[in-house]
């Protein structure tokens, strides 16, 4: 069931309403809406498994590991997302991040690292043969006109980005409507 985001804050409390914001997004619940079982990480349409939904450090325990990747080989840090779904059909690791503002600040000078934080993550599954596809989602604050050159930027490198949801076409799934996050 989608849930409407907090759409106040910003400042010294852009951290609780980011947190806010994320909290009230859901892979999960959107995966639910739109038919499909989840059951703690794994996914289901009807009775076949056609991926997991592992954001966090679900990402590393239910998918890396079980597929023999230890992060430390190739990365020097663990990059948690905040929402990652894994279709074993088109072998993709889809990870989403999801940024929420409402006034300038700290997300701003974020956003472009979608190119570095892509590229470690496809370190990491490029030995099991998974692509990496990066996308955000974003509230309307990034609608905004001084968002042009980084939502460009965004694109130019290979990333994608959504505005309070995410098309489940986009995740390679069926998909009779888009579902809010």
């Known amino acids: 069931m989608s849930r409407k985001p907090n759409t106040f804050g910003g400042g ?28 703690e990480y794994e996914v289901y349409n009807k009775n076949d498994k056609i991926g997991l939904s592992v954001g966090k450090i679900n990402f590393y325990n239910f998918f ?8 430390s080989a190739f990365n020097s840090k663990q990059w948690r997302p905040d929402e990652c779904f894994v279709n074993f059909k088109n072998r993709t690791v889809y990870i989403i991040e999801k940024k929420f503002q409402h006034c300038s600040g700290s997300v701003d000078e974020k956003l472009p690292n979608c190119d570095f934080k892509k590229k470690e993550y496809e370190k990491l599954c490029h030995p099991i043969d998974f692509k990496v596809e990066y996308l955000y989602i974003f509230n309307d604050w990034f609608t905004r006109p001084e968002y042009r050159d980084t939502l460009q930027y965004i694109k130019d490198v290979g990333c994608h980005y959504f505005y309070n949801k995410v098309p489940l076409g986009f995740l390679g799934l069926q998909e009779p409507n ?3 996050l």
Do not use: C, H, P
Not at 12 to 38: H, I, P, W
Not at 65 to 71: A, L, S
């Open 178 to 180: 888009i579902y809010k």
């Open 12 to 39: 010294a409390r852009t951290n609780v309403n980011g947190l806010s914001f994320e909290q009230t997004t859901s892979l999960d619940d959107a995966l639910k809406d739109a038919g499909y079982r989840v059951e």
């Open 64 to 71: 890396l590991k079980e597929n023999g990747i230890d992060y």
